[in-house]
């Protein structure tokens, strides 16, 4: 039997350390694919609720332009209304009387339908603030979770912030309580989960004493707990869901200061001494703890 030198025994050490090196390579490999297809789907769902937010903002700018056209033409059908003069007697005399009676009719008939197709627009402007992006807001919802450290939870109070403003019932500006006709404030109004709203004092007059409650317009039957304090316009509540928005998109940006430290990572593991080896180590179980917080 051949005597065993000491090249052959340093030859045996360093085939035995080969091993491992390649493990955690293949590991961090693995490890970093899993956090970049994480990442590109978040990236996904952002891309998706901006391109939301841009349609919305086209239809807005459309009806408003539709209502400022519908206020012009119902201002000039009331001057108009207001402006006609008593005729004159005689052969000369223009119009009649049952003539220009029919005549105003006409016109009050007209400003009547104009303002009922602006009302109509302004809850269609209202809907349409949030119907695009709450089909995106209930995507983002249904991940249960996100593999992205310790932003996970944050973004998750981001979604149910969300969930809870696509939820709420805005009140239009200078809406009436249909039972009562007085304009309705903030704080004070009260929504059906029907998403009608009637002010506090006519809502406290419906069903005295009893737990159930009917909503005056649908009359469908809610638990008098169901109903909720309106707090938003449709203005404001789109002016938080743009804050939210704005938030995710800042922690959309923290991750490129993730994939730097992963590029780091990368230089560690890459490098071919045993002081490198053991920085790649003590580099990738920091993450590990890191994720796992």
């Not at 006609?84 to 009050?108: E, F, H």
């Not at 403003?165 to 309705?184: D, H, Q, S």
Request: proline share 3%; glycine share 4%.
């Amino acid at each position: 039997m051949a005597p065993t030198t000491r090249s052959k025994q340093l030859n045996g050490a360093s085939r035995r350390d080969t091993k491992p090196r390649r493990n955690v390579r293949e590991d961090a490999a693995g490890s970093q694919e899993a956090d970049f297809s994480d990442l590109n789907m978040i990236e996904g769902h952002l891309s998706g609720l901006k391109k939301s937010f841009r349609n919305v903002e086209t239809e807005i700018t459309a009806l408003r332009q539709q209502n400022e056209i519908l206020a012009k033409d119902l201002e000039e059908a009331q001057q108009a209304a207001e402006g006609v003069s008593q005729p004159r007697r005689g052969k000369r005399g223009g119009l009649t009387m049952p003539d220009m009676q029919k005549r105003i009719n006409a016109l009050r008939s007209q400003v009547a339908e104009l303002e009922r197709a602006r009302k109509k627009d302004k809850r269609r402007l209202a809907k349409l603030q949030t119907r695009e992006i709450q089909k995106d807001a209930e995507e983002l919802q249904d991940q249960d979770e996100f593999e992205v450290g310790d932003s996970v939870d944050k973004m998750r109070k981001l979604l149910r912030r969300f969930h809870d403003l696509m939820l709420e019932t805005p009140l239009e500006e200078g809406e009436e309580c249909v039972i009562c006709f007085t304009v309705m404030k903030l704080g004070s109004a009260r929504s059906f989960p029907c998403e009608h709203v009637f002010c506090e004092d006519c809502t406290a007059q419906l069903a005295p004493g009893s737990e159930d409650v009917v909503c005056p317009h649908c009359r469908k039957v809610w638990d008098k707990r169901d109903l909720e304090v309106v707090r938003h316009t449709a203005s404001t509540q789109w002016d938080a869901l743009l804050e939210v928005a704005e938030r995710w998109a800042k922690m959309d940006r923290r991750r490129e200061t993730d994939t730097s430290e992963e590029e780091a990572e990368e230089e560690f593991i890459d490098d071919a001494t045993d002081a490198g080896y053991e920085r790649a180590f003590i580099w990738k179980v920091g993450l590990l703890t890191r994720a796992q917080i």
